[in-house]
């Protein structure tokens, strides 16, 4: 079974920085990648940014690129989005996801396996 809790979400204003965290609990951490999506009131669920198991390949949406930041910590076994610049149309719950891939990027959420609770992230105006 693989596990994945987030934390880091809170409030700011628009403008602040937040970075949130994923903790995974697997053996293998190094063969999965890791999925940022977010899903905001009345909306479907969207894929924010994405990283490879062991390439280090990413993917960001256009929404957030130049602003959000993917990383991970092997020895942590940890992922990582740090978020500047934040607007408040980026209000929403943040869930971390993985999958098996050690080279391939992808945030289709049906495509992820295993899934955290959600932290929700709120941006005021």
């Known amino acids: 079974e693989v596990r994945l809790v987030e934390s880091g979400g809170g409030l700011v204003q628009a403008g602040g920085s937040l970075r949130l965290s994923c903790a995974v609990s697997v053996f293998t951490f190094v063969d999965y990648a890791i999925g940022w999506f977010r899903e905001a009131p009345g909306k479907e669920r969207e894929g924010v940014s994405c990283?490879?198991?062991?390439?280090?390949?990413?993917y960001y949406a256009d929404s957030v690129k130049g602003r959000f930041t993917i990383s991970r910590d092997n020895a942590k076994n940890a992922v990582y989005l740090q978020m500047n610049s934040l607007k408040p149309e980026d209000t929403a719950v943040y869930y971390c996801a993985a999958r098996l891939s050690r080279d391939e990027v992808v945030v289709t959420a049906a495509r992820y396996n295993y899934w955290g609770q959600g932290t929700q992230v709120t941006v005021s105006a």
């Open positions: 990283i490879s198991g062991s390439d280090g390949s990413v």
